[in-house]
């Protein structure tokens, strides 16, 4: 079983960035696609990147296309998820999560492992 933990959240200013780390512990997920989701107080959860396992495939919500990046380190057992010229709508809990599937998705019902969280607030 893998257990995942989020960082890197913080305040910052709108245009600002942030760099989100997800690190693995329990065993190795460089077999695995991970997926970063995020949740805004009384909304449900959003999708916002997920990286294939070798890192050859990305997708992006169209809401941070251009603006947010994210990659892997393998040999770290780490995903990140790099936040440029933030926005106040991109405050929320940032989630990342290890996808059952092999290709990479955008349904939080194919991720069976979650951190539980980091708080990002982009102030205006």
């Known amino acids: 079983q893998v257990q995942l933990v989020e960082s890197g959240g913080g305040l910052v200013q709108a245009g600002g960035s942030l760099r989100l780390s997800c690190a693995a512990s329990?065993?190795?997920?460089?077999?695995?696609?991970i997926g970063w989701f995020r949740q805004a107080p009384g909304k449900g959860r959003e999708f916002v990147a997920a990286?294939?396992?070798?890192?050859?495939?990305?997708h992006y919500a169209d809401s941070v296309r251009g603006r947010f990046t994210i990659s892997r380190d393998n040999d770290r057992n780490a995903v990140y998820l790099q936040m440029n010229s933030l926005k106040p709508e991109d405050t929320a809990v940032y989630y990342c999560?290890?996808?059952?599937?092999?290709?990479?998705?955008?349904?939080?019902?194919?991720?069976?492992?979650w951190g539980e969280g980091t708080q990002v607030t982009v102030s205006s």
């Open positions: 999560a290890e996808s059952t599937g092999v290709v990479p998705s955008r349904t939080p019902i194919t991720y069976g492992y």
């Open positions: 329990g065993r190795t997920f460089s077999s695995y696609t």
């Open positions: 990286i294939s396992w070798s890192g050859g495939s990305t």
